[in-house]
T-cell receptor, first 115, second 112 residues
Framework: GDSVTQMEGPVTLSEEAFLTINCTYTATGYPSLFWYVQYPGEGLQLLLKATKADDKGSNKGFEATYRKETTSFHLEKGSVQVSDSAVYFCALSDWLSSNDYKLSFGAGTTVTVRA | DSGVTQTPKHLITATGQRVTLRCSPRSGDLSVYWYQQSLDQGLQFLIQYYNGEERAKGNILERFSAQQFPDLHSELNLSSLELGDSALYFC???????????FGPGTRLTVT
């Protein structure tokens, strides 16, 4: 089935550093791609999404571009803050039928930002 | 706050017991999904309901069952619990079957 592979962590950065988390996918069709974030002790929050090739999703200073040619959806932020410390999950829409999908997640990348 | 609520937040029970996890979707959302997050398996899709009807099953054990009620809330029933069922169980909802899913805060189940 469709799957996502994301870079292993943990990743530790200093405040104001540049963050990149690599994500690649394998899919038979044309999935939508998502980044979810899980802050300590909380549930998953949708961070951004892209629904077709070359779409760029962005939110809270984070960006990711849907690259069909490299089957990638890397997450980037130019200047991280301590409050960005969390686990980040890359996910894709794995279609179960023409009208139903499940999310298939990567393993998650733990990011710690130090002051 | 996603608008999806889950109760209880924590649940501790013994092996062999049965528990029920509850989820209320965002207002207006018709589709409900259940996921399990464990250290060894990561995030796995369990089951999906849409407007009261089961739509898809994933890696859900036969000991587990779910339903969605007319008011659209959903319950996940876990029976004959084993130590390996200890995990975070998330509910997610979406307006329909194709738009993005919003997650609740999860229920942490500990089986002792």
């Amino acid at each position: 089935g469709d799957s996502v592979t994301q870079m292993e962590g943990p990743v530790t950065l200093s405040e104001e550093a540049f963050l990149t988390i690599n994500c690649t996918y394998t899919a038979t069709g044309y999935p939508s791609l998502f980044w979810y974030v899980q802050y300590p002790g909380e549930g998953l929050q949708l961070l951004l999404k892209a629904t077709k090739a070359d779409d760029k999703g962005s939110n809270k200073g984070f960006e990711a571009t849907y690259r069909k040619e490299t089957t990638s959806f890397h997450l980037e932020k130019g200047s991280v803050q301590v409050s960005d410390s969390a686990v980040y999950f890359c996910a894709l829409s794995d279609w179960l039928s023409s009208n139903d999908y499940k999310l298939s997640f990567g393993a998650g990348t733990t990011v710690t930002v130090r002051a | 706050d996603s608008g999806v609520t889950q109760t209880p937040k924590h649940l501790i029970t013994a092996t062999g017991q049965r528990v029920t996890l509850r989820c209320s979707p965002r207002s207006g959302d018709l589709s409900v999904y259940w996921y399990q997050q464990s250290l060894d398996q990561g995030l796995q899709f369990l089951i999906q309901y849409y407007n009261g009807e089961e739509r898809a099953k994933g890696n859900i054990l036969e000991r587990f069952s779910a339903q969605q009620f007319p008011d659209l809330h959903s319950e996940l029933n876990l029976s004959s619990l084993e130590l390996g069922d200890s995990a975070l169980y998330f509910c997610a909802s979406s307006v329909d079957r194709v738009t993005e899913q919003y997650f609740g805060p999860g229920t942490r189940l500990t089986v002792t």
